[in-house]
């Protein structure tokens, strides 16, 4: 996968791809994991992926949940309608978007979606109403004040390890 910029100096961030059939098989699996717990339409079946990792991925930057919160109940937290389902559907939304490889010195993430690290216009209608399903309901004030999309970010390491599911704050 050919570099493109650096995000800051530590991390070395890939250019946007949509070959899944590059990414380390861990990852992959993962990924497939987190996609067929998805297509039960039931938040709790993410427990499967979430209970796979041997330490819980972070479900928001800044550490607003204490530790031994049950993780399926803050996704529902997180989840504008309180049930779970706008957290399945953007989960869905982020994972068919194309991802980007990030080095951070030793460990190397894939983390979805690639726009959320290069923001480039979309090639049409269809593409940002994609992107759009991306925004969580209670980011789309501030996202359309700043005219900016703010993402939900999925970031799993090269090991297969989910690290974070999080609004961009």
Not at 78 to 106: C, H, N, W
Not at 127 to 142: G, M
């Amino acid at each position: 996968m050919p570099r493109a910029k650096t995000q800051n100096q530590a991390d070395i961030v890939s250019a946007p791809s949509a070959d899944l059939a590059a990414l380390p098989a861990p990852v992959r699996a993962i990924r497939d994991k987190i996609l067929a717990a998805l297509d039960k339409n039931d938040v709790e079946a993410l427990r499967i992926p979430i209970d796979w990792n041997e330490v819980r991925p972070l479900f928001a930057k800044s550490g607003a949940f204490k530790a031994g919160t049950d993780p399926v109940e803050i996704l529902k937290t997180l989840s504008f309608d309180g049930k779970g389902r706008e957290t399945i559907e953007i989960m869905r939304a982020v994972l068919a978007q194309p991802y980007v490889r990030i080095a951070r010195g030793p460990v190397t993430l894939y983390e979805w979606p690639a726009f959320g690290r290069h923001p480039t216009p979309p090639a049409n209608e269809e593409e940002a109403q994609a992107r759009w399903r991306c925004v969580r309901f209670s980011d789309l004030a501030r996202a359309n004040a700043e005219r900016k999309l703010r993402p939900t970010r999925l970031g799993v390491a090269s090991d297969g390890v989910w690290h974070y599911f999080w609004s961009e704050d």
